[in-house]
């Protein structure tokens, strides 16, 4: 059946322009359009009343994990995608090029959600305990990592966690030689920073235009900041090569402080991601709204968390049909309310913040047909 639908009465962000207005949003089976146009050609319209809420692109978040079958991390895809308002969401390496066939087939092709992929540089991803690169046998090498590039449009980089208890006695090395395979692919890599060994002064030089460093704002010791709230100098040239800085939630990664810091000093922008999981479904990450909802908060208007989360976030994975509202582009849309309620919203510090509003999703659109309505 032809799909010609207008979304009407809504607040529109378009994170390629500047400011909010209110106007209608068109869609011609799967593609946004203009009204116009959708009335001149449609016959039976439908129409879709956003009084009272924002249309922005579909959400992407860049960092989650959803491999239920291979990982006990893993959590459903359309609980944290759709259904929170996300239409497109990016495992972070919970697969490697050993198990990604059964990511494909047991969630990728399962899922309302797109579902995109970070491959990890160790073979299993996460599938064989948390301490992935410990074993140099384990690295993906460029001969597989080509193959599977070729054939999986839904990889879209690589992933490589940078912590102590992930590498081990290995430091560096597997950063290295990630480095050298998304050289050879021209692909990014997403560097998870946590608790070094290796430092961040081996880790950001490795990084070039386009790397994502995740988890960028944690509260660990050894972060980006030195005491003065100042960028140590190889976290500050990276920005200046074009690394683009991603909060990734988590357990443990974000700090209210360490991102007040940041925003004290510094006007780069970046992405926001959840790293959702299981274990930090319900406490303390919640949703990629939640998650936004924290960063206005502290100050970033609502425009500002909305670009980072689409347009932003589109770009920094290749992506040109998704995080726009260009027509002819994808109709992926969040239909989302900025609800005015107090509540409290805890970092990965412990630190609670009362927030007097949250963002809430109310209607998500995925290739022009509407697949959750709060
Ligand atoms: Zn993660």
Redesign the pocket.
Known sequence: MSNYTIIQNGFVIDPEKNGIDQREIGIIESKLADSKDVLEQGTAINYIDAEGAYIAPGFIDL???VFKDATTLGIEADLVGIQQGVTTIVD??SSGCANYQLLKETVIQQSDTEVLAFLNIAKDGLGAGLSELADPTNLMSVEEATEIFAREPQIVGLKA?MSGSVVKEQGIAPLKHARFVADALHKPIMV?IGNPPPYLNEVFPLLGKGDIV?HAFHGKKHGILNEQGYLLAEAAEALQRGVLFDV?H?TSSFSYQTLQKFKENYTEPFSIST?I?LNNYDNPVGSLMLTMSKLLALGFTLEEVVRAVTIRAAKAIGLTEQGTLQNGTQADLTIFKLHDERTDLVDSEGVVLTVNRVLQPKITVRNGRVVFRQ
Request: hydrophobic letters at 15%.
């Open positions: 960092h989650v994990h972070a390496g966690r998870h995740t990734g988590g790293d999981y």
